[in-house]
């Protein structure tokens, strides 16, 4: 059996400006041992549950989208197995871009911020279990960069944000959420940062994935 890869972690910020942007250092809060044993503490004691028993306002949702100018995907969620045996490589299943559900890598990413893209099918394991991506494109401003980054400040636990250039001028917001016996995954795209559809994203779905960890149980930025 071949060696397991070991996760990519989020790099140390430099101090100076790179490329346009701002950027600082963010401390690893974790590492893979840590990452997956405290998954598996937090699975110990109280369970992996779906959903976390609330309910989904998909309407509100859209019209809270809409009025930003944003537009927001509702797809059935594909099954989650560890089907991909190269956190490098896609699925073909995927039905959101970027996915927002179905097969993945079988270890997740390190929750935290990253300057380099992360690798996909790692970030879906991250959604099952109940956390919530940022990704942006190459042409997004860095004042809208920059405003994400703050979000991303007050919201560390449980989400990851990263480049990814495909998305252009826009930011992508990605869950994959259990409302009973309905799993969907949730994708946003916007061009604008309007905090207040933002954070109507993060109340309403993070922690909700098919496999949720409690948030009471991590650090902040875990």
Known sequence: MADKPRVKAPKQRAAAVEGGRNTRTWAIVAGVAGLVIGLGVVAAAVGFVGGGGATTDTAGLRTTFRNAGCTLTVAPALKGVHSITDPSKTSPTWNTDPPTSGPHYAVPAV??????????????????????????????????????????????????????????????????VVDGDTHSGFLAKCTTFDENAVSTFFRSLQFRGPERFDPSQLQPGM
């Open 111 to 176: 929750f935290g911020i990253y300057e380099e893209p992360i690798e996909l099918a790692r970030l879906v394991h991250n959604l099952e279990h109940g956390g919530i991506y940022i990704l942006y494109g190459k042409d997004v401003p860095d004042a809208t960069v920059e405003q994400l980054r703050s979000f991303y400040e007050a919201h560390k636990t449980g989400t990851i944000m990263a480049p990814l250039d495909r998305l252009g001028d826009k930011f992508a917001l990605g869950a994959w």
